[in-house]
């Protein structure tokens, strides 16, 4: 998925302080890696009456703006958890049909404002959990609801989150038969050794066959690859780059492992049964390694952390996401960013009685809508000076004359075509080059 600038809405969890020495290495422009950029869901408050009216009240106007948006109904359920999963998925699965009569009553509500009627969306973008976990007909029914009830470009596209676990030949059939054009598989790694502890429910084997089933199928895949994982080697790393590649994938997003209290990975660390977490050095090393091998393969970085052939991938992100669903974290209407409660069975309720289930909300400021602006870099998108200036009516310069200089001076930002845009050295360091606008 190509991910907006602004995430929100899981509750605040705890990283794991990495257990190694201290790291500062000559050259270093900072003295740790940031996994996460600034404004996330981490760090706002809950919901208020007064925004909460004010954001309804933007819900009853028309939507004049030309941005692009993006539609992500939110599907928490997975067969099991992963040992290194920290988000609020659900897993007994027990009340799969009332909540989807909820979360289409709750996509109901946005798509009867005069603010959504007034929009047409570019993405359609099923989230999660493992949305694949559903049933063959639950599936057909949340993208027919969806694109009966929202305006789509004729251009759009469809994409779906999915565990190869789960995916069987008929599901892959539907996806391609209802138009779906890429599923995102959290592969993780091929490693079999590796994906037991990571308690990954099938082996290498079968993940494998069915990536080559949806591509047979004609359907776009990206996969999601761990790395610096507990005692994980250069090699091993190596080799999960290099299948990604014979697997003719159209992208893989590359994330470092990042350890948070009360996982079961953590846990096993913290009793001896697993190597501790590796630091920043060894990280950056697993980076640099899989930028250059993907790069030599016909990828480029974009995005997050993503490398990807696919053209579209390189465009700007969604400036506005709705969405809905328990654990959904990524809203952004208007200057508002939201996210929804956790709980399935608090979702259910809320819903029922006729309340939207959001539980954060927050307005952006003149200042936050600026640094916001200038967190594209982050995602690798380049910043446009003129633009930045027509919007704000100052250059970006004049906005942070601090943070572009020091920026500029340590080689992690370069100006091309009146561009402001990462080096290959700021790549690395791209979420903290993000804080620098927050300062």
Not at 249 to 267: A, F, K, Q
């Amino acid at each position: 998925m190509q991910f907006t600038l602004i995430l929100l809405g899981v509750s605040c969890l705890n990283k794991v302080p990495k257990t190694v020495p201290a790291e500062n290495p000559d050259g270093w422009p900072y003295k740790k890696l940031e996994h996460w950029p600034p404004m996330t869901y981490r760090n706002h408050a809950t919901i208020s009456s007064e925004t909460n009216k004010t954001f309804r009240d933007l819900l009853e106007t028309e939507n004049a703006s030309k941005h692009n948006m993006e539609l992500q109904p939110w599907i928490p359920f997975c067969d099991g958890k992963c040992t290194f999963c920290y988000f609020p998925v659900n897993c007994n699965k027990q009340n799969v049909d009332l909540y989807l009569e909820a979360l289409k009553k709750a996509l109901s509500f946005y798509a009867e404002s005069p603010y959504v009627k007034s929009s047409t969306f570019s993405e359609f973008y099923i989230g999660g959990g493992s949305p694949s976990v559903l049933a063959k007909n639950q599936i057909e029914e949340i993208l027919r609801f969806c694109r009966e009830s929202f305006s789509f470009t004729s251009n759009s596209a469809t994409k779906f989150t999915a565990c190869t676990n789960n995916l069987t030949e008929e599901k892959i059939q539907l996806f391609s038969s209802n138009a779906v054009d890429q599923l995102d598989i959290g592969i993780q790694t091929f490693d079999e050794g590796l994906r037991k502890i990571l308690m990954l429910r099938d082996s290498s084997t079968k993940a494998k066959q069915k990536l080559r089933e949806v591509k047979k199928h004609g359907l776009h895949v990206s996969i999601d690859l761990l790395y610096n994982l507990p005692g994980q080697s250069l090699k091993q790393l190596r080799e999960d780059l290099k299948q990604s590649v014979e697997l003719d994938l159209e992208s893989v997003d590359c994330y470092p492992l990042e350890l948070y209290t009360d996982t079961p990975l953590s846990n096993m660390i913290a009793k001896g049964e697993l190597p501790p977490a590796n630091g920043d050095t060894k990280e950056l090393e697993m980076y640099r390694e899989a930028y250059h091998f993907f790069k030599e393969n016909g990828y480029a970085p974009t995005c997050h952390n993503r490398f990807s052939r696919l053209k579209e991938d390189f465009d700007k992100p969604s400036s506005e996401v709705i969405g809905t669903g328990a654990g959904f974290f990524m809203g952004r209407l208007g200057g508002y960013l939201y996210s929804d409660i956790e709980n399935v069975e608090k979702y259910i309720v809320k819903v029922q009685n006729g309340e939207l289930p959001i539980s954060k909300l927050a307005k952006l400021s003149l200042e936050d809508e600026m640094r916001t602006a200038m967190m594209l870099i982050y995602v690798r998108v380049p910043v446009d000076r003129a633009e930045f200036k027509a919007q704000f009516g100052k250059f970006p310069e004049e906005a942070f004359p601090d943070a572009i200089d020091k920026l500029q001076r340590n080689g992690l930002i370069k100006v091309e075509d009146e561009k402001i845009r990462l080096t290959e050295k700021g790549d690395l360091w791209r979420f903290n080059i993000a804080w620098e606008f927050f300062k």
